[in-house]
């Protein structure tokens, strides 16, 4: 069964960025979508990005827009996800899903099948 494996997560100062890896397998990575989703303590997930590459499909959550970018490194296997002018408000745990069956980057964390174990971000003000 596939098991993202997401990366880079840390501490940074409110304004600062930070970049996070998620690695897959290559059959995800040639057909998948794969989406980043994050939480916040005492809230619900939340979708932030999602990307289906052989479909052209990239999709936003409101809050990240203008700030996030997703993209895919082909020799990697990896999805990334750069985050700039970061605010407290964006401290949570990043997960990374892969969707294997519908594969539309959609922004339902229902729609993906597997998940990797978080990768912590905490935005100091």
């Known amino acids: 069964q596939e098991q993202p494996v997401e990366s880079g997560g840390g501490l940074v100062q409110a304004g600062g960025s930070l970049k996070l890896s998620c690695r897959v397998s290559?059959?995800?990575?040639?057909?998948?979508?794969v989406g980043w989703f994050r939480q916040a303590p005492g809230k619900d997930l939340e979708f932030v990005a999602a990307?289906?590459?052989?479909?052209?499909?990239?999709n936003y959550g409101d809050s990240v827009k203008g700030r996030f970018a997703i993209s895919r490194a082909n020799a990697e296997n990896t999805i990334y996800l750069q985050m700039n002018g970061l605010t407290s408000e964006d401290t949570a745990i990043y997960y990374c899903g892969v969707d294997i069956d519908y594969a539309t980057a959609a922004p339902r964390a229902v729609e993906y099948e597997a998940w990797g174990r978080g990768t912590q971000v905490t935005v100091s003000s």
């Open positions: 290559e059959r995800t990575f040639k057909t998948a979508a």
């Open positions: 990307i289906n590459w052989w479909r052209g499909t990239i």
